[in-house]
């Protein structure tokens, strides 16, 4: 495939409040410009955004791209966003990316997303009337959960959290409050610790996400001596007139007849 240039457009559902290089809201171009390259890099970073040369396209608020040579898994997910509106395939970067920019268009005042290269057969367009999603989108449900894990990060200046590398290696955002951190009198920091969260989690994937810290449970490593004695006697006096444990499971099973 010969080098393409990419052409992402940003504009306004509404008829009066068209966009342009010469009349745009500054958030706006801050996020746009962040979601463009975001976009463009995907989560398997083949290229390099960051140094990619974008021009504004005259007479419209655009960046184009220089002709970017070699990018199989980027212009395969253009290809797949072109020719169907389920996002699974799609690099999970730009799906986050396309997922946000279609809840944009469908807010108040939303807005129009608009993707062309030279190969495609059609633009891929976000807009109001778009429903680009994936597949498992309605398989998230809200659960509590018991999750252990080591604390690899605790704290936060706005928003406080938590950073929990669970037994898989993969690590768990869980967002907690300031008072909550402040009243805890236990330095939890690089050690292990069992979590009661409150998040959304996949019943396809078992993906744990949004999660919100609920309380710590604490756990004690020491043996009640007296406890476990009790349950001795307990046991001992339960089982008194059973001779072999082997033939009371067997006969409950109705074995040995």
């Known amino acids: 495939m010969d080098p ?14 068209h966009l342009s290089p ?7 171009l801050a996020r746009f410009a962040e979601d463009v390259k975001t976009f463009l890099q995907g989560d398997s970073k083949e290229i390099d955004a960051t140094n990619i040369e974008v021009s504004v396209v005259e007479g419209s608020f655009a960046l184009q791209t220089a002709p970017i040579p070699f ?3 980027l212009f395969s997910d253009l290809d797949a966003l072109q020719r169907g509106e389920l996002i699974d395939q799609v690099d999970q970067k730009r799906q ?5 920019w279609q809840k944009t268009a469908r807010s108040a005042g939303g807005m129009i997303y608009k993707i062309v290269a030279p190969f495609m057969e059609r633009p ?3 807009s109001v009337v778009s429903d680009y999603r994936a597949d498992d989108s309605d398989y998230w449900v809200i659960v509590e959960r018991y999750v252990s894990g080591e604390i690899q990060d605790l704290g ?22 300031k008072e909550f951190l402040r009243d805890d009198k236990f330095n939890r920091l690089y050690k292990t610790a069992m979590l009661r969260i409150k998040a959304e989690y996949n019943i396809q994937t078992r993906e744990l996400r949004n999660a919100h810290l609920l309380e710590f449970i604490e756990h ?4 009640d001596e007296s406890a476990l004695e009790r349950m001795k006697t307990r046991g001992a006096s339960a089982w008194k007139d059973v001779e072999s444990a082997t033939a009371w499971v067997e006969q409950l099973r109705g074995e040995g007849h």
């Open 4 to 17: 393409q240039r990419i052409t992402i457009s940003l504009d306004s559902q509404s008829e009066d409040s």
């Open 96 to 100: 986050a990316v396309i997922e946000r």
């Open 156 to 177: 936060g200046a706005t928003r406080p959290n938590a950073h929990v590398k669970l037994p898989d290696g993969k690590t768990l955002k869980v967002v907690t409050d």
């Open 71 to 73: 990018a199989p898994k």
């Open 124 to 126: 891929v367009v976000v």
């Open 220 to 223: 004690s490593t020491d043996i």
């Open 22 to 28: 010469d009349r745009v809201r500054l958030g706006d």
